[in-house]
T-cell receptor
Framework: GNSVTQMEGPVTLSEEAFLTINCTYT??????LFWYVQYPGEGLQLLLK?????DKGSNKGFEATYRKETTSFHLEKGSVQVSDSAVYFC????????????FGQGTRLTINP | GAVVSQHPSWVICKSGTSVKIECRSL??????MFWYRQFPKQSLMLMAT?????????EQGVEKDKFLINHASLTLSTLTVTSAHPEDSSFYICSAKTGGKETQYFGPGTRLLVL
């Protein structure tokens, strides 16, 4: 089946620290991979995506590389800010009669000043 | 662009009553809308997919007679929780996309509490 596993949170870091949130997936076929972010009181927003192996998605200083050999899509940022505090969801897109998203469980990130 | 709204953001109801949640795409035509359910500290679980003008397709284990979905226009889909019970209390999130595009745009969610 199709599934996504994220590192468990919560994750708490100091401002300017390096961030990694691990994400691995299981899928049939060749899924697209996504990171969504949910800020407090808001809906999920697409942060970045990659559609094929070795693609790197990037946005707002965040990066993730589609690694087919390790079935991973880890999220990284070199220097986090307080405003990055949110819940981050890794997801894959598969076609099962319609294009559907399968989400990981989410990782809550808190950045302290 | 690509804004999706939900109404209401919060709803509290008595057991046995029905609740309707609206999902609107404000600045684009949503040929497909999705309804998700999120339990505390858990991931989003897809409940159903609806295409404008068609019947919704429900995921396995989701009762279609309990969760009625209507997608009558390109900007509006509704989810009605019929005869709600406390176990239906959850966070319901919709998303929308246009035909041929992969990216889904999410609403802010509706928190339902059934007493």
């Amino acid at each position: 089946g199709n599934s996504v596993t994220q590192m468990e949170g919560p994750v708490t870091l100091s401002e300017e620290a390096f961030l990694t949130i691990n994400c691995t997936y299981t899928a049939t076929g060749y899924p697209s991979l996504f990171w969504y972010v949910q800020y407090p009181g808001e809906g999920l927003q697409l942060l970045l995506k990659a559609t094929k192996a070795d693609d790197k998605g990037s946005n707002k200083g965040f990066e993730a590389t589609y690694r087919k050999e390790t079935t991973s899509f880890h999220l990284e940022k070199g220097s986090v800010q307080v405003s990055d505090s949110a819940v981050y969801f890794c997801a894959l897109s598969v076609y099962q009669g319609a294009q559907k998203l399968v989400f990981g469980q989410g990782t809550r990130l808190t950045i302290n000043p | 662009g690509a804004v999706v709204s939900q109404h209401p953001s919060w709803v509290i109801c008595k057991s046995g009553t029905s609740v309707k949640i609206e999902c609107r795409s404000l600045d684009f035509q949503a040929t497909t809308m999705f309804w998700y359910r999120q339990f505390p500290k858990q991931s989003l679980m897809l409940m159903a997919t609806s295409n404008e003008g068609s019947k919704a397709t429900y995921e396995q284990g989701v009762e279609k007679d309990k969760f009625l979905i209507n997608h009558a226009s390109l900007t509006l889909s509704t989810l009605t929780v019929t005869s709600a019970h406390p176990e239906d209390s959850s966070f319901y999130i919709c998303s929308a996309k246009t035909g041929g595009k992969e990216t889904q745009y999410f609403g802010p969610g509706t928190r339902l509490l059934v007493l």
